[in-house]
């Protein structure tokens, strides 16, 4: 990091991955993501491992926006990070949809649960990270996911502690 | 990316193993082999997902159609998994009270004869 970056605190470093609509580009972004969280080392192996199915889960839910329309813009990841957290944004060019309104699941024993194969991807999101947007219109979806998480370079300074009781 | 699919007869209890990651790119893959499986009369299935690197809800959607599709001709499908990483979308998913997950392939195979 050049110092110039360091004696800027109003500033935060962000990176955009943008990949093509199509599910193949998921694991890149997947790749990405969990590389850059590498680099915060207060931040546990398995928090990166939640991040990194969190992002995959948005990314697999944007590009079903977009294909759900017929569009093929880029998907938008957006990395920043400052003293106290990670943050990734996706973003979409979708319809939007309305995150409280999902349609509910059987209860988890019921044999009728076994018909329904999706909408596991947005309460995963949910369980899995420390904070989320979702901001969405007809003219496209943001997700912001955010993790919490010790200053760079601090390992002692994790702040944010596992679902361990899960 | 790569996603393994090896199949392996023991007894009556058929063996998936699947390596790599899981997720809406591969999981089709997954599903193909699973609608194959059962179409060829194999009911009673174990999946092994000791080498899964990965898994999403996708995969996790599979996994479920794969229990009913098995079910639907009075078979089962179980699961072997010790890897944290991956229990856990099991379990805040609660899907550790649908699927029986065993700890390794002969415990799993034990428990479906």
Redesign the interface.
Known sequence: MAATEVSAPAETAAIELEIPSRPEYIGLARLVVSSLASGRRSLADDRIDDLKLAVSEACTNAIEAHAGVAIDDRVVIRWSEEDDRLEVAVCDQGHGFDPAALPEHPPITDPDRLNFERGLGIPLIRTLVDEVEFATSSAGTSVRLVMFCGPAGDPSADIATDDAEL | ?DLGLDVSEHGATTVLSVRG?V???TAPRLREKLVELVSQGKHTIVIDLEAVD?L???G???L??G??RA?SHEGELSLVCTQ??IL??F?????T??FAIHDSVDGAVAAAD
């Not at chain 2, 379990?91 to 899907?95: D, K, N, R, S």
């Open positions: 990316m990651e997720d809406v790119y990965f999403d809800s996708t996790l959607g599979v479920v159609g229990l009913k079910r944290h990483r856990k979308v379990e805040i998913t609660g899907l009270r649908v």
